[in-house]
């Protein structure tokens, strides 16, 4: 059975650093065929696409957002762990962690929960 | 980045209507074009994968159709547990795009 979970701060603050993790199981994070991708999603707007990470250490960024972030993975844990800096109120979302099941078609077969991000002082 | 436009923006139905939803790229995206359903409060759910694809368990009401720059979600018979908001994505370039949503209501 495949799960992820996000996890990390709910509250954070003006000009902070969020990380989040998210963990996997179900399958492994060292499948060739497979990645993890963030997504977020402000209120009551559409989804917006952030980083994923491969097996073999692949990364690839959102265009806007790419001087922000850093996506890394620890196979071992299962986990994979979002960093974006110099948070600003307009980064509050919800953030999801996906698979991506098959490198070629890249679409999203499995979703975390969610986890709600507000930034504010 | 690949701009992707969906159309209309909200669409209000019946139960048992045909519905379709229409999404466009600004550019080819061959037939790299995933389609999700999302609730309210809860993650998105994919629906179909690589334009025409029907993923495993979604209900064969749905259907996907088009290459190149137009595709179209149907829904052949609306069910109650199908109002909910559908965004296109294509997966032919990095970064991958979504469209903004089509909110789909109960007339």
């Known amino acids: 059975q495949v799960t992820l979970k996000e996890s990390g701060p709910v509250l954070v603050k003006p000009t902070e650093t969020l990380t989040l993790t998210c963990t996997v199981s179900?399958?492994?994070?060292?499948?060739?065929?497979?990645?993890v991708t963030w997504i977020r999603q402000p209120p009551g707007k559409a989804l917006e696409w952030l980083a994923h990470?491969?097996?073999?250490?692949?990364?690839s960024y959102s265009t806007s957002l790419r001087s922000r972030l850093t996506i890394s993975k620890d196979t071992s844990k299962s986990q994979v762990v979002l960093t974006m800096t110099n948070m600003d109120p307009v980064d509050t979302a919800t953030y999801y962690c996906?698979?991506?099941?098959?490198?070629?078609?890249?679409?999203?077969?499995?979703w975390g929960q969610g986890a709600l991000v507000t930034v504010s002082s | 980045d690949i701009q992707m436009t969906q159309s209309p923006s909200s669409l209000s139905a019946s139960v048992g209507d045909r519905v379709t939803i229409t999404c466009r790229a600004s550019?080819?995206?061959?037939?790299?074009l995933n389609w999700y359903q999302q609730k309210p409060g809860k993650a998105p759910k994919l629906l179909i994968y690589?334009?025409?694809s029907l993923q495993s368990g979604v209900p064969s009401r749905f259907s996907g159709s088009g290459s190149g720059t137009d595709f179209t979600l149907t829904i052949s018979s609306l069910q109650p547990e199908d109002f909910a908001t559908y965004y296109c994505q294509q997966s032919d370039s990095i970064p991958p795009t979504f469209g903004q949503g089509t909110k789909l209501e109960i007339k």
């Open positions: 690589v334009a025409s």
């Open positions: 550019q080819s995206v061959r037939s790299y």
């Open positions: 990470i491969f097996s073999n250490d692949e990364k």
């Open positions: 179900g399958f492994s994070l060292s499948n060739a065929r497979m990645a």
């Open positions: 996906a698979r991506i099941w098959d490198r070629e078609k890249y679409s999203f077969d499995y």
